[in-house]
């Protein structure tokens, strides 16, 4: 099996910019995927193939990737967007991985 | 609009079999993988296992050896079972369609989750 790790935590004021990294060596191959998880709510996609944005998702929301590393933008963060984000890749055996998850604190 | 829902007991008996049924509903299970995830309180998500409509399944390899996926493609739901429960089976279980694209899959929606509590 394989990991993605990402930062324990992140703290922001509103307005500024809020960025999660995720790093593993399955990203070089793989796409990855972001899921927001509000307190006590399921998970929602909020970021696909690395980059692009679902139906619904607000514009602040953005990915990229580059080499191992992958990074989840939310730019104007708001007070709504403090939340545990989560990154997710997949091997080529049709296995699936999270990242151990990042809480964003907006201050 | 597809949604998912799981079912089944909040509790179970340390060494029981943990059973869990998604039921979907607004769409078919035919075309797609169906997975289930699970998270400890306060800790990140597991994913558990995925199994298509003809039954075919893949799994954790961390918790392959006790966990059986199932689809009930007449009742569209789909189950799992996970045997030998101990208390760190304790957990949000979530089930949620998995949606891929050229290379990769992702899960989108999932249900509400369920909690199961592993306890005599």
New interface residues.
Partial sequence: ?YELTQPPSVSVSPGQTARITCSGDALL???A?W?QQKSG?????VI??DSER?SGIPERFSGSSLGTTVTLTISGVQAEDEADY?C???DN?????????TKVTVL | QVQLQESGPGLVKPSETLSLTCIVSGGSLNNYYW?W?RQPAER????IG?VYPSGSA?????LKSRVTLSVDTSNNQFSLKVRSVTAADTAVY?CARVYC?D??????P????TLVTVSS
């Fill in positions: 099996s191959k793989q796409h995927y899921y709510q399921a998970p929602v996609l696909l193939n679902p989560y997710q890749s997949a055996r049709g296995t699936y991985v999270f990242g151990t998850g | 997975s995830i990140g998500l597991e994913w995925r893949n799994y954790n390899p961390s979530y694209s290379i990769s899959c992702w899960f989108d999932w249900g509400q989750g």
